[in-house]
C-alpha cells in the first residue's frame, strides 16, 4: 500500500529564510506525488505535482520540489520565506491509475518576523 | 467560475442526530470523495465515487453513508453511529482517466462540524 511520511509536525523558520518540508514516500510502483498548502478553515490548494515527468517540479508561489527515487523523497522547498507562507502543508501519493490520494499527517510552517 | 461548493460553512449536532452534509461541483467531474480531517492526523477518506449511482468505502466509512444520484453531488450523511464526528469534512473531486495520468484533486473549502 502506497503511504507518506512528512517529518516534523511544525516547522518554524524566519522571514526571508529557506523553507524546507519533508516528505518520504512508500510505494511498490512508480508514483504520482503531490504538495498541497491549506490556509486555516478553507480547503486544500494544489501547489505542484510530480508525474514522472521533470524530477524537479516548480509549482506556485515560488514553491518547488525534487522528486528523488533512490531517496524516495519529495521535499518541499522555497528559497526565501514569506509570512503570507504560514499555513499548514499536505503531501500526497497517488499510483498509476489510482485516481485517488493518500496524504500525510501535515506540516504546519510557522513565519517568524 | 467552476468548482466546488460546501455547505454548510459550520454545522453543529445533539447528539443522536444525523446530519447531511452537501458537496456540490460544476467541474463536471466524475469522481468525488469525502475525508475527513482531525488534528495531526492528516485526511482520512470516508468514501469516494468514480461514477454516478456507485461508491465505495474509505478508510473510516463505519457511522457515515452517502449517496450520487447526479453527477454534481456527493452529499455525505453523519448518523448517529458515528461516535465520534467533531471534524472538519473536506470534499473533493477529479476527473477519472482510465490512461496513467492522474491531475490530483480540486477541494471544496470544507465544512465544520460540532456535536453539541
Known amino acids: 500500500a502506497q503511504s507518506v511520511t512528512q517529518l516534523g509536525s511544525h516547522v518554524s523558520v524566519s522571514e526571508g529564510a529557506l523553507v524546507l518540508l519533508r516528505c518520504n514516500y512508500s510505494?511498490?510502483?512508480?508514483?504520482?506525488l503531490f504538495w498541497y498548502v491549506q490556509y486555516p478553515n478553507q480547503g486544500l490548494q494544489l501547489l505542484l505535482k510530480?508525474?514522472?515527468?521533470?524530477?524537479l517540479v516548480k509549482g506556485i508561489n515560488g514553491f518547488e520540489a525534487e522528486f528523488k527515487k533512490s531517496e524516495t523523497s519529495f521535499h518541499l522547498t522555497k528559497p526565501s520565506a514569506h509570512m503570507s507562507d504560514a499555513a499548514e502543508y499536505f503531501c500526497?501519493?497517488?499510483?498509476?491509475?489510482?485516481?485517488?490520494?493518500?496524504f500525510g499527517a501535515g506540516t504546519i510552517l510557522r513565519v517568524k518576523s | 467560475d467552476g468548482g466546488i461548493t460546501q455547505s454548510p460553512k459550520y454545522l453543529f449536532r445533539k447528539e443522536g442526530q444525523n446530519v447531511t452534509l452537501s458537496c456540490e461541483q460544476n467541474?463536471?467531474?466524475?469522481?468525488m470523495y469525502w475525508y475527513r480531517q482531525d488534528p495531526g492526523q492528516g485526511l482520512r477518506l470516508i468514501y469516494y465515487?468514480?461514477?454516478?449511482?456507485?461508491?465505495q468505502k474509505g478508510d473510516i466509512a463505519e457511522g457515515y453513508s452517502v449517496s450520487r444520484e447526479k453527477k454534481e453531488s456527493f452529499p455525505l450523511t453523519v448518523t448517529s453511529a458515528q461516535k465520534n464526528p467533531t471534524a472538519f469534512y473536506l470534499c473533493?473531486?477529479?476527473?477519472?482517466?482510465?490512461?496513467?495520468?492522474?491531475?490530483?484533486?480540486?477541494f471544496g473549502s470544507g465544512t465544520r462540524l460540532t456535536v453539541v
Open positions: 473533493a473531486s477529479s476527473i477519472r482517466r482510465r490512461d496513467r495520468y492522474f491531475y490530483g484533486y480540486t
Open positions: 510505494s511498490s510502483v512508480p508514483p504520482y
Open positions: 510530480y508525474t514522472s515527468a521533470a524530477t
Open positions: 500526497a501519493v497517488s499510483v498509476l491509475y489510482g485516481n485517488k490520494l493518500v
Open positions: 467541474l463536471n467531474h466524475d469522481a
Open positions: 465515487s468514480q461514477i454516478v449511482n456507485d461508491f
